[in-house]
């Protein structure tokens, strides 16, 4: 895994901006709209979902290679 | 438990905030604060956030500074006594389309005349949100509203020229889609000693976009990424691309004058009663 | 200090300088416009900030931020000026900010007649602004009073965190008179938070007499203020709770301390039959029309409102248990009268003498007033 996410749920309000903004499909949104990590293999990193989340509900951290070891 | 240096600037207690599924107000208060973090010369203690009303102006009740959230049209009025009386503090508007170019729009020329050192960051989201979706001063042709139900015929306004014409020592624009660049932006405002004004592009889904069926909150914004054109790259477009729903972002004016605090203080010192000695 | 020839204007000017404020927002307007171009003038030699704004608005507006940037504040307006500041008032009025607005009434509706006096905004400064509010207001009728009732304003303002009206009129505002002034006055200082941020600092805390002592911005209490209905913290509360107690709180912060700030000024009133009331410029006409009266031998006493609201009502109720009729003077088509009545409950006739004709009243007309009155009783 290349990242790490905090999900903030209470704050979620499913608005979709990070589902839609991740280049490899890695987010969705469950049955209740709320966000959850689908596909975290997929995940390089690139922290778009963070950037545009409107809501502070969805923190990514890229582990560092050496952690990762 | 915070995750982000840059939220010690938020009323943890406050949030989550009320804008609605979407509504790209929250990305753009969090560009503020990114920007503050990045001005050492901007304290909790030193600064001041004053608002108006309307959806974006509730923004200063979830920033941990000393906050002020005025009457509708009036935060720059407010927020010049803020600074005229302490001229020590930074003062940032945070104000709406509706907010800073309809109902305030005379406080917004004349405080941009005056080069009130202020940072006023309108959030134009081009409809009046929390009333529920009328036509706002920013609602371009053709689009609808509660009270344009037949498309707006009201020529829209363009905030930045009017803010540059009035006397703005820095004017800007970018989009809640371009985050990083509106957070630059935003910060270079900060710097700027004088009436600093960014118009930061926002997307309204519940009341503007669904009416005009611009789609899903991410659509809206990616219609910004599509349409945004950096100023440096719309100098060199002629004038036959300049078509559709294209617009500039960047940094249109900036300029070097006294800001009205300073100019006062020259009048205290003619007076002989020098400066800030009350 | 020594005597000195000025206007009742330049004397409000004075006195607010003397107790303290530091910053003015002004519009030009008459006949209000002496104050700020005398304050224009004043203000940087003590290291305040005169500013002119772009409208009534945001001179309102500017004086409120100032406020809560830790200045004393005073604007200064007339007629359409004062119509237009009404929302603000308001605000004041929520948010608690201290502030003094000066209005040298003239004759409306509109622009009216705009270098003429009037009385015709009494009402207005209790209830111009919507929804249920507080506020007070002072009224002088000389020179040498409205410097002293600008110091009492600015010093009310602050004590109960309110907007007070100076509400004098065009005769008072460009009256000239030779006044000697206070080289020292009492001043109440700004209110300050009695314990830390750490300590659990809320800002609209009420104190003991129930005004909260709300932080200066800056001084690191990060308080937040809004117009919406709040709570002690600051932040808007939709609950009935809070919404009925916010309310009461702000009447009864003024109500309780009713029988300090309310003035008024009485004489000829032991023997007194009958009382002319009026307040402002029109108090110094009744004066001589009362002196006049008791020459030809009627025993009318004189009764000024000094404090125009808070309504002296238990004091006029009072004093119309011993009198056999009073007269209401006031340069309106009559407005004071109303609260006059309310007061007197009956106990003894009231009679309006109005005038609303852009001249000031002569003491014979005030004396016919009388006259009619006594006929009447009789």
Known sequence: MKSEFTLKLERCKGCGICVSFCPKQVLALDTLGKVYVANHENCIACGQCELRCPDYAIFMDKIKKEASK | M??????????????????????????????????????????????????????????????????????????????TGVKLANPDLNVVVITGDGDCTAIGGNHFIHGCRRNVDLTVILFNNNIYGMTGGQASPTTPLGKKATTAPYGSVDRPFDACK????????????????????????????????????????????????????????????????????????????????????????????????????????????????????? | MSARLMQGNEAIAEGALKAGVRFFGGYPITPSTEIAESLAK??????????????EIASMGVILGASLA????????SGPGISLKQELIGYASAAEIPAVIVNVQRVGPSTGQPTAPSQGDVMQARWGTHGDHSIIVLSPWSVREAFDIAVKAVNYAERFRTPVILLTDE?????????????????????????????????????DDLVPNVANFGEGYHI?????????????????KV?????????????????????????????????????GGTSRTAYEAVLNARKRGLKVGFVRL??????????????????????????????????????????????????????????EEIEASIDELVAEVN
């Open chain 2, 2 to 79: 915070i995750e982000r240096s840059y939220e010690k600037f938020f009323r943890q207690n406050r949030l989550p905030h009320l804008w609605c599924p979407g509504c790209g107000n929250g990305i753009v208060m969090k560009a503020i604060v990114q920007a503050i973090e990045k001005n050492p010369n901007f304290t909790q203690d030193n600064t001041v956030i004053v608002s108006g009303i309307g959806c974006s102006s509730r923004a200063s009740g979830y920033m941990d500074f000393d906050t002020l959230h005025t009457a509708h049209g009036r935060a720059i009025p407010f927020a």
């Open chain 2, 162 to 278: 009017l803010a540059e014409a009035a006397g703005a020592t820095y004017v800007a624009r970018s989009t809640a889609f371009h985050v990083q660049h509106l957070v630059k932006t935003i910060e270079d405002g900060l710097k700027n000693r004088g009436f600093s004004f960014i118009e930061a592009l926002v997307q309204c889904p519940t009341a503007y976009g669904r009416r005009n069926k611009m789609g899903e909150p991410a659509k809206m914004m990616a219609w910004m990424r599509d349409n945004a054109v950096m100023k440096t790259a719309w100098d060199k477009l002629p004038d036959d691309k300049k078509i559709g729903d294209k617009f500039p972002i960047g940094l249109f004016y900036q300029a070097e004058a006294e800001p009205y605090d300073a100019a006062y203080s020259h009048v205290q010192e003619l007076a002989g009663g020098g400066v800030k000695n009350a």
């Open chain 3, 42 to 55: 004043m203000l940087p030699q003590v290291g305040g900030t005169f500013v002119q704004m772009e409208d």
């Open chain 3, 70 to 77: 830790g200045k004393k504040v005073l604007t200064a307006s």
């Open chain 3, 171 to 207: 005769i008072v505002g460009h009256l000239r008179e030779n006044v000697e002034l206070p080289a020292e006055v009492e001043i109440y200082p700004r209110r300050k938070p009695k314990i830390s941020r750490a300590e659990g600092y809320e800002p609209f805390t009420p104190d």
């Open chain 3, 224 to 240: 937040h203020v809004t117009g919406l209905t709040h709570d002690e913290t600051g932040f808007p509360v939709g609950s009935p």
């Open chain 3, 243 to 279: 919404t009925r107690e916010s309310i009461k709180r702000m009447h009864e912060k003024i109500s309780r301390a009713e029988d300090e700030i309310i003035e008024v000024h009485q004489e000829f009133m032991d023997d007194a039959e009958f009382a002319v009331v009026s307040f």
């Open chain 3, 306 to 363: 000094v404090t125009i609201f808070p309504f002296a009502t238990k004091i006029i109720r009072e004093l119309s248990k011993n009198l056999r009729g009073l007269v209401v003077a006031e340069l309106n088509f009559g407005q004071i009268v109303y609260e006059v009545e309310r007061a007197v409950q009956g106990q003894c006739p009231v009679k309006l003498c109005a005038k609303y004709d852009m001249t000031i009243f002569e003491p």
